[in-house]
T-cell receptor, first 111, second 117 residues
Framework: GNSVTQMEGPVTLSEEAFLTINCTYT??????LFWYVQYPGEGLQLLLK?????DKGSNKGFEATYRKETTSFHLEKGSVQVSDSAVYFC??????????FGTGTSLTVIP | GAVVSQHPSWVICKSGTSVKIECRSL??????MFWYRQFPKQSLMLMAT?????????EQGVEKDKFLINHASLTLSTLTVTSAHPEDSSFYIC?????????????FGEGSRLTVL
């Protein structure tokens, strides 16, 4: 079946630290992969996406590369800010109709 | 990007009353919308898939008579929590699927926090 596994949090980093949130997936065929971010008290927002192998999604300094050989889509940022504190969800979609979400990883960035 | 709006964003009601939450896609037509429930510090739990013009598809364990979903137009889906009880207090989030060829992208509402007294 289709599923997403992401690293459990919470993650606490100092400002300007390097961030990696691991995400691996299980799917048949070629899914599209997404990272969503949820700021406190808000709904989810699309952060970035990649639709085929070796694509790199990027936005607001975050990056993730679609690695088919390792079935991974790890989220990275070189220098986090306090404003990046949020919950991050990895997700996949097959055929654009069904979406599967990871459990979410809470990130807290301290000054 | 596309915008999905939920209303109300916060609602408090007495036990036994019904509450309706609206989800609107403001700048695109959405034949498919999804309703989720999120408990504190937990992931999204998909409750149901709302399809315009047809009955919603509920996930296992979700009471369809308690959580009524109506998708009457291409831009509006509603979730009605009937006879709400304190255990129904939660953060409810909708998303709308914007189709792009054979793929699609999900856009989420801001969420609606329900507190049942």
């Amino acid at each position: 079946g289709n599923s997403v596994t992401q690293m459990e949090g919470p993650v606490t980093l100092s400002e300007e630290a390097f961030l990696t949130i691991n995400c691996t997936y299980t799917a048949t065929g070629y899914p599209s992969l997404f990272w969503y971010v949820q700021y406190p008290g808000e709904g989810l927002q699309l952060l970035l996406k990649a639709t085929k192998a070796d694509d790199k999604g990027s936005n607001k300094g975050f990056e993730a590369t679609y690695r088919k050989e390792t079935t991974s889509f790890h989220l990275e940022k070189g220098s986090v800010q306090v404003s990046d504190s949020a919950v991050y969800f990895c997700a996949l979609s097959r055929g654009g109709n069904q979406f599967y979400f990871g459990t979410g990883t809470s990130l807290t960035v301290i000054p | 990007g596309a915008v999905v709006s939920q209303h109300p964003s916060w609602v408090i009601c007495k036990s036994g009353t019904s509450v309706k939450i609206e989800c609107r896609s403001l700048d695109f037509q959405a034949t498919t919308m999804f309703w989720y429930r999120q408990f504190p510090k937990q992931s999204l739990m998909l409750m149901a898939t709302s399809n315009e013009g047809s009955k919603a598809t509920y996930e296992q364990g979700v009471e369809k008579d308690k959580f009524l979903i109506n998708h009457a137009s291409l831009t509006l889906s509603t979730l009605t929590v009937t006879s709400a009880h304190p255990e129904d207090s939660s953060f409810y989030i909708c998303s709308a699927l914007k189709r792009e060829g054979i793929t699609g992208e999900l856009f989420f509402g801001e969420g609606s926090r329900l507190t049942v007294l």
